[in-house]
Structures are given as structure tokens and as C-alpha cells.
């Protein structure tokens, strides 16, 4: 009781990463098998906390452990299971990951009915599957061409970006970091350099730089770089992947 006041204090401070190690610790002191509910609801708590500071896998294991314990709660609520699919699906749609996302509203809708927001949301997020997929496709043929006819290496690697983003959003994982690694291999072979007077190409040169340290394990420089290509980027997709990339070193 305790641990979870102190919390709930610090969550109302604003202070995070305290109340997430004031939450953990109230688990230790639970009984999942005897407080199943209680078990649940915090570790609720701690996925909406971990939602807000966008550690996302945190967040979904979270959600996913709650729900292992309200589908093996007999009787089952119907209502709450289907609480926590939504929470499930909000946070895959806030993260990008669209196609989780619909499943997860999928499955809501077959404990509960969807209100007209989330049949909203749901509808939406279906929607913008069918635009990313035709992107990609798009994306994927614009590369054939480019390749054939000898495109500059900074047209190209706009075109992969796209492809890095998309997969991603698709929740191919595997496939955008294959494309992340081509791009990457693209800029190492380009030579294009920080001084460049084109912005566009100084953004790539720093991108590329900011993955190099990143991999080394300096976040500090990487995170300069990662800035610097901010500031000179004009590309959406290259601009998601710089988010991205301050995201893992911040």
C-alpha cells in the first residue's frame, strides 16, 4: 500500500522514472496468483506510464501481462479484457505499428463493442495499412528505376528511407532493418561528407555519422549528430528515422 502511494505521489509530480520504480517494487510485494486484479491494475498503471515516456516495449509487456492474468480471472470481465486490448491497440498506433494496431482493435471488438471513436480509430488505422502498402510498392518499383539508370546515391537513399518507414509501419521489422542497413551501406559508399553546401546531403553525412557512433556505443556524439541532421533535413523519411534514432540514444 505504501509503495503504491508513493506511486501515485511521484506519477503526480511528473517524476516518471520514479513512480515506475516505486510501481515494480509494489509487485514484488503482491501475490499475482492470490491478487490477480490488483496484480493487473498496476501493472496498468505502469503501461501508461511507460506509454507516456514512449518505452514502448515495456509498455505493451506490460499490457500483455495484465492480460494474461484478466483472461485466466474466472468469471472473466468481458469489459475490462476489452479495456485493455484497446490500451493495447492505442499504444501499437501511437508507436506506428498499424497492423498490430488493427489486430488488437479486432479483438476488442470481439469482447465488447466499439464505440464510435474507436470503430473510428479502427477504420482509420485499416485505412492507412492499404496507403502504406501502396507506398511501398510504389517505393519498391521507384528503387528498380533508380538503380537502372544510375540515380545520384541521395535520391536513392530518400527512396530507401521511404522503404525503412514503411516497412516499419507495416510492422516488417525484420524487412525495414534490412533496408536500414542498405541505406546505411549506400551512405558509407557515397563519400558525401559534413561540409557539403547541398543541406540535404549534409543530413545524410550526419545520419550516417550519428548510426556509426550509435554502434560504437557513444550516444553523446551520436546524438549530436543525430541533431545536426535534423536541423539540415527537408525529407519526411529521413526525418522518421532521425526521430527514431534520438529516440534509442536520449
Known sequence: DTLEAL????????????????????????????????????LRILAQLYQESRVWDHCQKALAE??????AMQ????????ETYRRMA?????????????TAYKKMATYANLSQEEAHKLRSTLDELERHRATLRAAQESL???????????????????????????????????????????????GYGLQDERAEVRALAHLWHAVQYEAQGDRARARDH???????????????????????VS
Request: proline share 2%.
Open 144 to 190: 528498380l528505376v533508380l538503380e537502372r539508370t544510375g540515380a545520384e546515391a541521395k535520391d536513392v537513399a530518400f527512396v530507401m528511407a521511404l522503404a525503412v518507414k514503411t516497412h516499419f509501419l507495416l510492422s516488417e521489422v525484420d524487412q525495414s532493418r534490412a533496408m536500414m542497413e542498405k541505406l546505411i551501406r549506400l551512405l558509407s559508399a557515397s
Open 75 to 82: 468469471p472473466r470481465d468481458e469489459a475490462r479484457i476489452a
Open 90 to 102: 492505442d499504444a501499437y498506433r501511437a508507436e506506428g505499428h498499424l497492423e498490430k494496431a488493427a
Open 7 to 42: 506511486g501515485y505521489a511521484e506519477e503526480q509530480c511528473g517524476n516518471r522514472p520514479n513512480a515506475i520504480t516505486r510501481y515494480h517494487a509494489a509487485l514484488v510485494y503482491m501475490d499475482r496468483g492470490f491478487q490477480p486484479l490488483r496484480y493487473a491494475n498496476t
Open 66 to 71: 495484465a492480460l494474461d492474468l484478466e483472461l
Open 226 to 248: 543525430y541533431r545536426s541532421a535534423q536541423k539540415d533535413n527537408k525529407d519526411t523519411a529521413i526525418g522518421w528515422i532521425i526521430t527514431q534514432g534520438l529516440e534509442t
